[in-house]
């Protein structure tokens, strides 16, 4: 499990310590401004201030991420775990297997 500014994260760490089950998957953001799909390339879990963590899922051509106290998992379609972040920013990502 990763520990992050003395906090432990089960949850995101999960996705980072089983990142090879998602590298080549695909990342694909549901943004009002910017919608694509990308390949994934890695997913980091980093200091955000000095009280939090940041969550990332970083693509070839675009990353997806939030502070973990703004983030969560929701309800999306089989085969995909879908994301939502600050404002309501949804994206989702689909394994490589």
Known sequence: MITVNGKQYPLWSQFVERQNEWVGGILEDHD??????????GITLNPNGKDSAFFS?????????????????TAGEEGWITFSGYAGHSWRIKSNQ
Do not use: L, N, P, Q
């Open 32 to 41: 009002e401004m910017m919608s694509g799909k990308t390949e994934i390339v």
């Open 57 to 73: 899922v970083d693509g070839k051509e675009f990353s997806c991420g939030f502070d973990v106290e703004c983030g969560g998992i």
